[in-house]
């Protein structure tokens, strides 16, 4: 199995979030890369749809910072697709 590609990665409020998936995929998943340490935030699915969905393994983030890191999220992957 190949390790995914980083795709890219944006700010979110003090944290640096890595955006990283396979050309074509469904799915991207999420990593806090700044503040240390590291850390697996989650992914966000069918991204093809009209209603992707964000699913976070532990952060338990207001609705607004839910938004948007799904729509940052979107933006990373839309910018790879073309």
């Not at 990593?31 to 338990?60: F, I, K, N, W």
């Not at 839910?66 to 979107?74: D, M």
């Amino acid at each position: 199995m190949n390790e995914p590609k980083i795709l890219g990665q944006f700010q979110l409020e003090h944290r640096t979030i890595q955006v990283s998936g396979d050309d074509g995929c469904g799915t991207v998943w999420l990593q806090r890369v700044h503040p240390d340490p590291p850390m697996a935030l989650g992914c966000v699915v069918e991204l093809d749809s009209p209603t992707p969905r964000l699913r976070l393994y532990r952060a338990e983030w207001p609705e607004h910072l839910r938004e948007e890191a799904k729509e940052r999220t979107l933006e990373v992957w839309r910018s790879r697709q073309h």
